[in-house]
């Protein structure tokens, strides 16, 4: 089978095509056929080495496909189901073996690239508005890079709750996708934390989330009310910098957390909510799902380019 593996991490030269045996699922795994896989900016962040994973390595951890077979013990799943998953290394590729505990269904009638393009960035929405920072109504937040994979979401499940939402993005291009997404508020990122003053009559957002990092991470404290949070979940402009938490007590005794999707999803039961939720609000239309952009699984390196380029809106795709 085809596959993108990196044997020594770096820049998009380090994308490698080649050609692997198919895997055999073991002990309670199921091999999937992929029909689609996501690209996310953590598979840039381990292809560069940002984050260190031994090496070689297959690229890439969110897919959707069909299940093909299921190692011994395998009961939750079948040949013939059609499921998504995220989080398991190994999906940049045309098989992948999945733990079967890792696998949800998809619901019949949504097309499985709609399935992986929510799988992450709605599971990652999810758990910031509804666990990490509980939004409220009538409470204001700030959605960074609005029309972005999670912006885009994070916005339309912010304004589903009732809160008032102010989003940035680089043109005025994104900007109008996060406006129709529902923002209140649409702002370019300069001087975005002035503005995010001015319309809370100085009293500063309820809550930042900041998935850019190290270009907005000063902005992002000096938006923030008086004990506000500030959810770092990303760092698509770089990792911040180290800092002295005493800035935190400068600043009105603000919160800061760093969390991850693998912190959100540590059960059985959580991991099929999260997912549940965002498959059936988009089989049902309250959820839109917006597929940027869509690059054969040979051009990895060009859809890393787009995505670290800021030149997609919403999700991008690799397709087998």
């Known amino acids: 089978m085809k596959a993108i593996r990196v044997h020594q991490p770096g820049g998009l030269e380090a994308l490698q095509l080649e050609d692997i045996p198919v895997p055999t699922p073991g002990e309670g795994q199921a091999l999937v056929r992929l029909q689609a896989i996501g690209v996310n900016f953590i598979d840039t962040y381990k292809r560069a080495g940002l984050y260190s994973v031994p090496t070689p390595f297959t690229v890439g951890e969110e897919g959707a496909g069909v299940v093909e077979a299921v190692g011994p013990g395998v009961t939750r799943v079948k040949p013939g189901d059609r499921v998504v998953y995220s989080n398991v290394q190994g999906s940049y590729a045309e098989y992948a073996v999945v733990p079967a505990d890792k696998l949800v269904h998809i619901p019949a009638g949504l097309d499985p690239k709609i399935a992986v393009a929510g799988m992450l960035q709605g599971m990652t929405a999810h758990y910031l508005v509804y666990s990490t920072y509980p939004l409220k109504t009538g409470e204001t937040c700030l959605v960074h890079a ?143 799902i917006r597929i940027g952009a869509e690059f054969p699984l040979a051009q990895a390196a060009q859809a890393h380019r787009a995505l670290q380029g800021r030149e997609t809106t919403g999700k991008v795709l690799l397709i087998p």
């Open 146 to 288: 609005g029309a972005g994979g999670v912006g885009l979401l994070l916005i339309q499940m912010a304004k589903r709750i009732g809160a008032t939402v102010i989003a940035t993005a680089s043109s005025e291009e994104k900007r109008a996708l996060a406006r129709e997404a529902g923002a209140d508020y649409a702002l370019p990122y300069e001087g975005f934390e002035q503005k995010a003053r001015e319309i809370t009559g100085g009293k500063g957002v309820d809550v930042v989330y900041d998935g850019v990092g190290q270009s907005t991470w000063e902005g992002s404290l000096n938006s923030l009310r008086i004990r506000g949070m500030l959810v770092l979940y990303g760092q698509s402009s770089g990792p911040v910098p180290p800092f002295n938490p005493q800035v935190l007590n400068q600043k009105g005794g603000l919160y800061l957390t760093r969390p991850s999707l693998w912190h959100y999803t540590q059960t059985r039961e959580e991991l099929e909510w999260r997912a549940g939720d965002v498959m059936r609000w988009a089989l049902e239309g309250q959820l839109k």
